[in-house]
């Protein structure tokens, strides 16, 4: 087995073996379970043939081998052409060439195609962790390229090491200027099919029982929000996005709702914020409940949810106000009336529950008070894992017999027991609360803050907001949702860890997320110019920008190079070398000087010429150094003889030499 692990460190072929499997373990999040266990055999096979446990495969296996992994990625992927299928493609073939691989060419071409595909890793995610990680790639790429350029190990591996981190850092200075200096062009240079990659775990556009209640298990960010002044209470943190209209007794849509005529109006300055999307591949944003202004490109809808013209697969900033003390002068079309109030499901308890609230009460405020004050005193609990709703009357289910759930079956059974009660209902889905990071003064909305509520219509109020969970769990919306969820054996993880070390080394990695993205991620083309400007005072246009980054490139790389042949050394003379010198000086203070054309040889000749009294010293001497010098026989007890030899001796008188 040792000799096994000594052979397979010799061969260059085992590292670049080790440098596809690193540049690709991003890309496993990505690719199918089929894939990962096809490139781990592959490896597995290469190593055993460099090894020799196994004959290297014949060429026309590998020839059938590479044909079918491309069928079946272009079976899986629908073709060849975009992001993901042609990053899954790349990986695939890189390791069907590494069964093949047998020579220096074949290495180089493999250590070439992993800077590709540790360039595609950024077309997925391009997070602080993703850079560090790739830069160490980079670094294993580098020291993989000089191991299979020293054949014979000429090289020691710690020199190998320090000389791929001296490429890397000479490189970052011209990184930075290209990154900053470079002319930003507004959109992205090329376009694919599939550019806005793969969909994120996030909000749906359906509610159904059981969905929100999955989405909790993400800890995966949403969203960021900075207040500017005012911040407002937990209980009134909540993230409108979606409006749902239609029912079919199951499942909550969108509907066809109608635009309604609607004017508000704010008795003071509410609550000014920007929020810092996460790309999640759907078009709608989030807004304190309830908006009143948002910034441009944007624009609120009517039912105060706004929303991008395409969907958001970058990071995006807008800023918006919202306030909590409103008015809303609003008229309900007959359309959206009759969708408010449609309820294809048969539920008779439900009905006749709501039925009787509406004959005891004189308004619609009053139905709503005893909707809240029957989930706030019954036997409601609020849980991860309620029993499924399998019957038609899946909301008389849930209310006179399982009576646990989570967010989405009380907004669920309260919309339909006040379109029972002949109250117009919709659901809204958003998010509740968030998590403030002192470090950064923001907010952080994560999926696990998911949450469904209710909007009724009430006459001269319009649309109004009721949460029902709020009844049956304060502690949701006054704190979070790991203190409501307190007794619970079965919750995630990430919600039971709240210890408070833990939580303040969070908010620190989660700061430094947060000014990654301002200021890496989202260094866009209106960055770039107010940068720019801070530095130069004066609005550049593309053409001066272009002509400033060739200015600062071209100097960086003249400091570069000044500051590497300024600290490249001489390489290190070994002892006899030095000793060689000393005994060099020794012969020129007596006025015999070496000339640069002589060797050992020329110049014994020359000083036995001089100091015929001393020829026999100095015969012993060059003898010496002859022989650790060219014969490398017995070098080193010559060498330690003749530096012994050196420092004894003394020219015994001086000369002049013309």
């Known amino acids: 087995m040792y000799n096994t692990i000594q052979q397979l460190k010799q061969r260059p072929s085992t590292y670049v073996v080790v440098l596809l499997l690193l540049v690709s373990v991003p890309h496993f999040e990505y690719i199918p379970w089929w894939s990962v266990t096809s490139v781990l055999i592959l490896s597995i096979w290469r190593l055993a043939v460099t090894a020799k446990s196994l004959p290297p495969p014949h ?20 073709g060849f052409s975009g992001i993901s299928a042609g990053s ?73 090491s320090m000389l791929s981190f001296k490429m890397i850092v000479y490189a970052l200075p011209v990184m930075l200027v290209l990154f900053v200096f470079f002319p930003r ?27 929100i209640s999955q989405l909790i298990q993400s800890n995966e960010l949403a969203f960021r929000v900075r207040f500017n ?53 759907k078009k709608w944003l989030f807004l304190l409940d309830l908006p009143y202004s948002i910034n441009q490109p944007y624009r609120l809808a009517t039912d105060f949810t706004a929303q991008s013209s395409r969907k958001i697969n970058k990071h995006i900033q807008y800023r ?48 709503v008070n005893k909707a809240k004050s029957f989930f706030r005193n019954e036997s409601f609990y609020y849980t991860l894992t309620p029993p499924q709703l399998t019957r038609n009357d899946a909301v008389d ?21 006040m379109r029972h009660a002949n109250i117009p209902s919709r659901v809204v889905l958003g998010y509740q609360g968030g998590k403030f990071n002192p470090f950064t003064t923001e907010f952080a909305v994560n999926q696990s803050m998911a949450h469904a509520w209710t909007e009724v219509w009430l006459a001269g109020k319009g649309w109004t907001r009721v949460d029902p969970t709020a009844e049956i769990a304060p502690e949701r919306v006054e704190q979070n949702l790991a203190s ?14 709240n210890f408070p070390a833990l939580e303040k080394l969070r908010q620190l990695f989660d700061a430094i997320d947060s000014h990654w993205n301002q200021w890496v991620i989202s260094y866009n083309e209106k960055t770039q110019q107010q940068f720019l400007k801070f530095l130069t005072g004066e609005n550049l246009n593309l053409k001066e920008i272009g002509s400033l980054f060739l200015k600062v490139l071209l100097t960086t790389l003249i400091i570069i190079s000044i500051f590497y042949f300024l600290s490249a050394r001489q390489p290190a003379l070994d002892p006899a070398a030095k000793a060689y010198r000393k005994l060099l ?22 000083l036995i010429q001089h100091l015929p009294a001393q020829k026999n010293q100095i015969n012993e001497l060059f003898d010496l150094y002859v022989e650790e010098k060219y014969r490398r026989s017995g070098s080193d007890q010559a060498a330690t003889q003749f530096i012994s030899a050196a420092r004894r001796f003394k020219v015994k008188k001086k000369l002049v030499v013309n």
């Open 59 to 78: 060429r026309y296996l590998t020839m059938v081998i590479t044909i079918f992994f491309s069928a079946v990625v272009y079976q899986y992927s629908g």
């Open 88 to 160: 899954h493609l790349l990986i695939i073939m890189s390791f069907c060439k590494l069964l093949e691989s047998k020579n220096y060419r074949d290495y180089m071409l493999l250590i070439i195609l992993s800077f590709f595909i540790i360039s595609t890793n950024f077309l997925f995610t391009q997070t602080i962790g993703t850079a560090i990680y790739m830069i160490f790639c980079l670094y294993a790429a580098i020291f993989c390229l000089i191991t299979i350029n020293q054949p014979e190990n000429n090289i020691t591996l710690k020199s190998r």
């Open 185 to 211: 062009i507004n959109g992205p240079l090329w376009k694919t099919a599939d550019e806005t990659q793969r969909a994120k775990t996030g909000l749906s556009e359906t509610m159904e029982p059981g969905q």
């Open 229 to 281: 002044k005012k911040i407002p209470a937990n209980n009134q943190l909540y993230w409108r996005a979606i409006i749902l209209w239609q029912y079919d007794g199951h499942r909550w849509t969108k509907g066809s709702s109608d635009e309604e005529d609607t004017t508000i109006e704010i008795p003071e300055p509410g609550f000014e914020y920007t929020v810092t999307l996460e790309p999640h591949q």
């Open 320 to 367: 918006a106000a919202s306030s909590t003390q409103f008015t809303i002068n609003q008229n309900l079309s007959s359309n959206n009336q009759s969708l408010a109030l449609a309820l294809p499901g048969k539920n008779p308890l439900a009905k006749r529950l709501a039925q009787r609230w509406h004959s005891e009460s004189n308004s619609a405020e009053d139905i």
């Open 397 to 417: 289910q849930f209310l006179f017999e399982t009576r646990r759930g989570f967010c989405e079956h009380y907004a669920n059974a309260f919309a339909v027991l």
């Open 484 to 497: 409501a969820l307190r007794d619970q054996a079965n919750i995630p993880l990430h919600l039971s860890l």
């Open 585 to 606: 000086k020794k012969f020129a203070r007596a006025g015999i000087v070496k000339a640069l054309h002589e060797g050992p040889r020329d110049f014994q000749a020359r």
